[in-house]
């Protein structure tokens, strides 16, 4: 069974940065695709990012490309979210989300691909 922990977050200004990290135990080293996600109030759950195992680069939303960048450790099971240019409507409920597998690329956007997640980390961003 997978864990994943997660850190970071927090209050910012618009225009600061921010950085995640998702530690994955327990059978990390099983975890194949790792990914972030975000969710605000009275919202569903959006997709960030992901990135495969060994990936030189990962998949982004519209909304973030050019701003955020996933980053992988794996000699420490560790996923990053290193996040620029933060927006207000950056603000939201971060989460990590984790598989063993290699989740397609057609569908690596769809939180029911995962079969992890972290525990959530508030990230907002004032005016």
């Known amino acids: 069974q997978v864990q994943l922990v997660q850190s970071g977050g927090g209050l910012v200004q618009a225009g600061d940065s921010l950085s995640l990290s998702c530690a994955a135990s327990?059978?990390?080293?099983?975890?194949?695709?790792m990914a972030w996600f975000r969710q605000s109030p009275g919202n569903q759950r959006d997709f960030v990012a992901a990135m495969w195992r060994g990936a030189l680069a990962g998949w982004y939303a519209d909304s973030v490309k050019g701003r955020f960048t996933i980053s992988r450790d794996n000699a420490k099971n560790t996923v990053y979210l290193q996040m620029n240019s933060l927006q207000p409507e950056d603000t939201a409920v971060y989460y990590c989300?984790?598989?063993?597998?290699?989740?397609?690329?057609?569908?690596?956007?769809?939180?029911?691909?995962?079969?992890?997640w972290g525990q959530g980390t508030q990230v907002t961003v004032s005016s």
């Open positions: 989300a984790a598989a063993t597998r290699k989740i397609a690329d057609v569908v690596i956007a769809a939180p029911g691909e995962y079969d992890y």
């Open positions: 327990g059978g990390s080293n099983n975890v194949y695709t």
